[in-house]
């Protein structure tokens, strides 16, 4: 049971270093990216992706990271279906600009 618990606590240990760190690239000092440099999450409007067009993505489909995700992401997947006649859309992958996971403005 000792060994149960040791591991236990060991995990939780771990667990919550690795939170402290997560998205940064580079040291961390009292919990913020010292480097500056962080590595952009998913799933908020504040790390979406904007094309020219001004529309807005959840995932930048030329990042390989943001790529692999929006893979799963079958509600991403199917927004973009439903708004596969955009003309942002359009405007923005005649631009060379691929974002997936198309997010309605308007809300």
């Given at each position: 049971?000792?060994n149960?618990?040791?591991?236990?606590?060991?995990m939780?240990?771990?667990?919550?270093?690795?939170?402290?760190?997560?998205g940064c690239?580079?040291?961390?000092?009292?919990?913020n990216?010292?480097?500056?440099?962080e590595?952009?999450?998913?799933?908020s409007?504040?790390d979406?992706?904007?094309?020219?067009?001004g529309?807005?993505?959840?995932?930048d489909?030329?990042n390989?990271?943001?790529?692999?995700?929006?893979?799963?992401?079958?509600d991403?997947?199917?927004?973009?279906?439903?708004?596969?006649n955009?003309i942002?859309t359009y405007?923005?992958?005649?631009?060379g600009?691929?974002?997936?996971?198309?997010?309605?403005?308007?809300?």
């Amino acid at each position: 049971m000792k060994n149960v618990y040791m591991a236990a606590t060991f995990m939780l240990f771990i667990g919550v270093m690795n939170t402290a760190n997560a998205g940064c690239v580079g040291p961390t000092v009292m919990g913020n990216c010292a480097s500056g440099t962080e590595i952009k999450g998913y799933g908020s409007s504040n790390d979406s992706y904007q094309g020219s067009s001004g529309q807005s993505y959840s995932y930048d489909l030329s990042n390989p990271a943001d790529s692999n995700r929006y893979s799963i992401d079958i509600d991403a997947q199917k927004r973009d279906q439903q708004n596969s006649n955009s003309i942002n859309t359009y405007y923005d992958q005649s631009n060379g600009q691929y974002g997936g996971g198309y997010e309605d403005d308007d809300n």
